[in-house]
C-alpha cells in the first residue's frame, strides 16, 4: 500500500481493501520510524490525523464520497497554519512553539475533501529567507533523500519530497519561491507541480515573496498531482491575488489531442549541451507522443 498512487489508494478504499483509518495508521508508524533517519518530520499530527480518519470512514459508512482524496492521508510543508494546538515553524528553531488558531486555506480544502493531515514536514528555515547554501539551515537537521542518506533532498521543500518519496506520506504539500518544489521533487523522484502564480490561495502560509510564491502537490504521478490541484486551486476571498479561472482535468483524454505552447526563446538561449538534454528530454518526449507543439515568441516590452 504505502507506494501505491492517489487513485489506486482511492479505489482500495472504495473496494474495501483498506480503510481511511488503516492508511492512517501506516502513515503514522512510518512517519514514527523513518521520519528521524531522513529528518522530514517536524511534527507528527496523530491526534488530528486519527479523528479525521474516524471521520472520514464513517462517512463513507453512510455513503457520503467527497472524491477521490477522501480518507488519503497526506502531509504539510510546516510553514501552513494549523490550529488545535498543532505548532508551525517556518523551520526556524526559535519559532518552533509558534502556533496559530485557524488552518491555511489549502489545509481546510483538503480536510473539505476528506484528506487525512498526519504530518507537518521539514523544511529550510524561512524558506531560506534567510538565504542558504547548504542542508544544514533546518533545525530538524539536513534532510536526505531516500535514495541515499548522504544526498540532500533539495530545499526549501525538503520534507515534503523525502516523505513521499520514502512512501511515508501518498502526497504533501510544498511551497516555491524559486525552485523550492521542483529541486526537492527532482531529487527525491517524485512528481511535483508549481502552479502558475495566482492559482492557489497561500492564506495562512508564511510570506517570502507575496509576489512569487507559489503552493503546490508533491505526489507519486503526474496524476496524482491533478487531483490534489483540482482540490486547492481556485480564490478563496482572502488571497487577492489569485483568479477565479477553470482547472480541467480527464484523466481519459487523448494526449494526441493536446496543442502546448513553449518559449522558443528560453530553449534557444541555453548553452548547446543543456539545449540538447532539454530538447530530448521535453520536446522530443511530446513529438513522440503525438502532441502538437508551437513555439510561442514574448512580446518585447523593453522600453524604447
Known amino acids: 500500500m504505502i507506494y501505491k498512487t492517489i487513485r489506486e489508494l482511492s479505489g482500495a478504499i472504495q473496494q474495501g481493501e483498506t480503510t481511511p483509518t488503516e492508511l492512517t495508521r501506516i502513515s503514522l508508524e512510518r512517519l514514527q520510524?523513518?521520519?528521524?533517519?531522513?529528518?522530514?518530520?517536524?511534527?507528527?499530527?496523530?491526534?488530528?490525523?486519527?479523528?479525521?480518519?474516524?471521520?472520514?470512514?464513517?462517512?463513507?459508512?453512510?455513503?457520503?464520497?467527497?472524491?477521490?482524496?477522501?480518507?488519503?492521508?497526506?502531509?504539510?510543508?510546516?510553514?501552513?497554519?494549523?490550529?488545535?494546538?498543532?505548532?508551525?515553524?517556518?523551520?526556524?528553531?526559535?519559532?518552533?512553539?509558534?502556533?496559530?488558531?485557524?488552518d491555511a486555506t489549502v489545509v481546510k480544502k483538503l480536510e473539505a475533501a476528506g484528506s487525512v493531515l498526519v504530518a507537518k514536514l521539514a523544511m529550510i528555515e524561512l524558506a531560506g529567507g534567510m538565504g542558504y547554501k547548504q542542508p544544514n539551515a533546518s533545525f530538524t537537521g539536513p534532510c536526505a533523500t531516500p535514495w541515499s542518506l548522504k544526498h540532500w533532498s533539495g530545499g526549501s521543500s525538503s520534507g515534503s519530497g523525502s516523505a513521499v518519496s520514502a512512501g511515508l506520506v501518498p502526497f504533501a504539500l510544498g511551497s516555491e519561491t524559486w525552485g523550492s518544489i521542483l529541486s526537492p521533487s527532482n531529487n527525491c523522484g517524485v512528481a511535483g507541480l508549481r502552479p502558475t502564480y495566482g492559482r492557489v490561495s497561500r492564506h495562512g502560509a508564511m510570506a517570502l515573496s507575496w509576489s512569487m510564491d507559489k503552493i503546490g502537490p508533491m505526489c507519486r504521478s503526474v496524476e496524482d498531482c491533478a487531483l490534489?490541484?483540482?482540490?486547492?486551486?481556485?480564490?478563496?476571498?482572502?488571497?487577492?491575488?489569485?483568479?477565479d479561472f477553470p482547472f480541467y482535468w480527464d484523466p481519459a483524454?487523448?494526449?494526441?489531442?493536446?496543442?502546448?505552447?513553449?518559449?522558443?526563446?528560453?530553449?534557444?538561449?541555453?548553452?548547446?549541451?543543456n539545449r540538447d538534454k532539454n530538447d530530448k528530454a521535453v520536446l522530443e518526449t511530446f513529438r513522440s507522443l503525438?502532441?502538437?507543439?508551437k513555439p510561442v515568441k514574448l512580446p518585447d516590452i523593453t522600453r524604447k
Open 33 to 102: 520510524e523513518y521520519g528521524p533517519v531522513l529528518n522530514c518530520v517536524v511534527t507528527i499530527t496523530e491526534k488530528r490525523a486519527l479523528k479525521q480518519a474516524k471521520t472520514a470512514e464513517e462517512e463513507l459508512k453512510k455513503g457520503k464520497n467527497r472524491g477521490p482524496l477522501h480518507g488519503i492521508p497526506w502531509g504539510g510543508k510546516d510553514l501552513l497554519a494549523t490550529s488545535e494546538g498543532i505548532p508551525t515553524t517556518w523551520g526556524a528553531y526559535p519559532l518552533r512553539e509558534q502556533r496559530f488558531d485557524y
Open 228 to 243: 490534489v490541484f483540482n482540490v486547492i486551486y481556485g480564490p478563496d476571498g482572502k488571497d487577492l491575488a489569485v483568479i
Open 290 to 293: 503525438g502532441v502538437t507543439l
Open 253 to 273: 483524454m487523448d494526449i494526441k489531442t493536446l496543442r502546448i505552447g513553449y518559449l522558443e526563446k528560453v530553449f534557444e538561449e541555453n548553452e548547446k549541451e
